[in-house]
Structures are given as structure tokens and as C-alpha cells.
């Protein structure tokens, strides 16, 4: 269930492992969070300058919001 709606990527402080981001993403798209964590560990292992840049430019210019 998704708690805010206002159609904007957030990061997610209440629920992070390091930064929020994967939370946020999880929360935006209402998925289990450990399901996005593992889709970044995986492309991670593909991919990982792209998914480093992406998930640093993420945690930095993303709002960060507190959903439980």
C-alpha cells in the first residue's frame, strides 16, 4: 500500500540499509523491498559502474521522505 502520492521517487529514511534508495523505489512501486534489493544485486553484478553512478546520483539528488 502505498502511503504517499504524489507521483515523485523518493528516498525512503525509515526503512534503509545505506542510503534509502532501493526502500523508496519499493515503496514508489509498492513491491517488497527485499525484491528491489535483490534486482540491484543483480544488475550489480552486470553492470556495476552503471548501477554505482546511478544508485550514488539517486541517494544524492533524490528528497528524502520518512514512510513506515
Same mark, same amino acid.
Given at each position: 500500500?502505498?502511503?504517499?502520492?504524489?507521483?515523485?521517487?523518493?528516498?525512503?529514511?525509515?526503512?534503509?540499509?545505506?542510503?534509502?534508495?532501493?526502500?523508496?523505489?519499493?515503496?514508489?512501486?509498492?513491491?517488497? %523491498?527485499?525484491? @528491489?534489493? &535483490?534486482? /540491484?544485486? $543483480?544488475? #550489480?553484478?552486470?553492470?556495476?559502474?552503471?548501477?554505482? %553512478?546511478?544508485? @550514488?546520483? &539517486?541517494? /544524492?539528488? $533524490?528528497? #528524502?521522505?520518512?514512510?513506515?
Amino acid at each position: 500500500m502505498r502511503t504517499i502520492n504524489d507521483g515523485s521517487w523518493f528516498i525512503n529514511k525509515a526503512r534503509r540499509k545505506i542510503a534509502g534508495v532501493c526502500a523508496g523505489f519499493a515503496s514508489y512501486y509498492d513491491q517488497p %523491498v527485499w525484491l @528491489v534489493r &535483490a534486482l /540491484v544485486i $543483480l544488475l #550489480a553484478l552486470c553492470f556495476p559502474v552503471v548501477v554505482l %553512478v546511478a544508485y @550514488v546520483a &539517486a541517494a /544524492v539528488f $533524490l528528497p #528524502a521522505r520518512w514512510v513506515v
